[in-house]
């Protein structure tokens, strides 16, 4: 029967310690992603709706006052939608920093072996390239996937408070109501 754990060690030992830091951050960035799909799945439509509530019920929406208000719950369903995604991004950024990381540490190990047995030992020196290598390629692909959902998180949420901020009516100009001094 195959290990999962054995493989996911066979691969950090072939390479390096950087595997390991790439590891941890692909399970954070896809906790992450996986909590936002999670949330504009199940969680978005109970606040957006309580919002959507109070302002039906408001007698002025035409005033100074009801446009503040409404700029207010687009606000915060704006924020609510958009939690975790600047964090996303810059995860997805620093995966492939994390990869180069590697290689260079790699070709450190390439370096040491070519200083103490000469570049007569070209066995050593493929396993170093490949140690060099697999972290980069590791960096990239958790980047790349990580990149797609970024952007694909950013749409949805910009979408969904698109269609909020359009289920939000200001009023027409049929309503007589007179704009208070005061705020309500």
Known sequence: MIDPWQ????????GGPV???LLILSCLLWTLIIERLWYFW???????????VQWQQRIDRQSWCAHRVRDAFIAEVSIRLHTFLPLIKALVLLCPLLGLL?????MVTVFDVVAVE?????????????RATLPTMAGLVVSI?????????QRWADNRVARFADSLPIGSDD?????SHGCA
Request: aromatic share 10%.
């Open 7 to 14: 493989d996911i060690n066979a691969f950090a030992e072939q």
């Open 102 to 106: 590697g290689t260079v540490t790699g």
């Open 19 to 21: 595997i390991w830091l």
């Open 175 to 179: 309503q007589a109501v007179e704009a």
């Open 118 to 130: 000469g570049s007569s030992d070209a066995q050593a020196m493929a396993r170093g390239v490949f």
């Open 42 to 52: 199940f969680g978005v439509s109970g606040n957006a709706d309580a919002l959507r």
């Open 145 to 153: 996937s990580g990149l797609y959902m970024s952007a694909q998180l």
